[in-house]
């Protein structure tokens, strides 16, 4: 069976201790950036992995953690079977099953007494309540839903703030924080796609580009309405012509630039407005999806 939502496990390892570690006097909308993106990537995964108890039945074992009854819960199969080889029987006792599989049966769960779902418990442990972490899974799917919804919607109002948006922010107050900056590039590369405003013939992939401080940038939008409203302030020709391309391969089609001369890309220039290296794109994709580079 072939994985196709991992995530490196230092990559869940640094968002659970950023998230843990939020200082008591963060303003709730940081505190929520940071949970939010480690829930992000830990409820989109494809499995959980799970050790089972002794029982006949296809359950998994429980622990004490801080006091309260939990189930383990690993985000990869390999810390699955470290905790299993520590006196619980084995890689044999080890199961996986899908997030929302797991979650039909969180009231279960809670009437059977357990009180937390503990993920990662020997390396960087965070964890919630079963129905609480039903609900959060509940909620990002309806958010994914709208936010699909709007990054298609020609008539969205461009200076709308979006989630990306708001984590840029972040990501920009805090440049050495890999944890902010990985949030953002995982909700940049979450988009269905990125949108350019092309330049010439359309039988080719030449998108516009600026030239700033720092070089030649290929300028990205986040919204189909963001590109528009940029070409149309800029007074560009055909500038309701956007050019829509799926993230990963827009991200391999900009890394053939650099041989023009181009650098960068600079994304969401009247928003968010963050710039990359054109060459770091294929390094960011892998980090952010757990995929090699």
């Excluded at 960087?124 to 994914?144: I, K, M, Y």
């Excluded at 924080?177 to 909700?187: C, F, G, H, I, L």
Aim: hydrophobic share 45%; glycine share 6%; no cysteine.
């Amino acid at each position: 069976m072939t994985e196709t939502n991992v995530s490196d496990p230092a990559v869940i390892d640094e968002l659970a201790r950023a998230a843990v570690q939020v200082r008591e006097d963060a303003s709730p909308e940081e505190s929520q950036i940071q949970w939010g993106a480690l829930w992000r990537v830990v409820l989109d995964l494809d499995r959980w992995f799970f050790v089972r108890d002794d029982s006949e039945v296809l359950r998994p074992g429980m622990v004490t953690f801080n006091g309260k009854s939990a189930v383990p819960v690993f985000t990869d199969i390999k810390r699955a079977i470290a905790f299993a080889d520590g006196g619980r029987g084995g890689a044999n006792k080890v199961f996986a099953s899908p997030p929302a599989q797991m979650l039909t049966a969180a009231g279960q769960l809670t009437t059977a007494g357990v009180d937390l779902l503990v993920f990662n418990i020997e390396d960087a442990p965070f964890g919630a309540p079963p129905e609480v972490v039903q609900t959060l899974a509940s909620d990002l799917a309806r958010l994914n839903a709208q936010n699909a919804a709007q990054r298609s919607n020609m008539s969205l109002d461009p200076a709308e703030e979006t989630i990306l948006d708001r984590l840029a922010v972040i990501a920009r107050d805090k440049p050495t924080e890999n944890a902010a900056q990985s949030a953002m590039w995982r909700e940049v590369f979450a988009l269905d796609n990125w949108f350019f405003i092309p330049r010439g013939g359309a039988e080719q992939f030449n998108p516009y580009a600026i030239t700033m401080d720092l070089g030649p940038a290929i300028l990205a939008f986040s919204t189909p309405a963001r590109a528009a409203h940029f070409a149309q302030s800029q007074n560009l020709e055909n500038a309701d012509q956007v050019l829509g391309m799926p993230a990963h391969a827009a991200a391999a089609a900009l890394a053939n630039f650099t041989a023009a001369g181009v650098k960068l890309v600079h994304f969401d220039p009247q928003n968010g407005a963050f710039t990359t290296r054109l060459e770091d794109l294929k390094a960011m994709l892998g980090y952010v999806t757990g995929e090699p580079a």
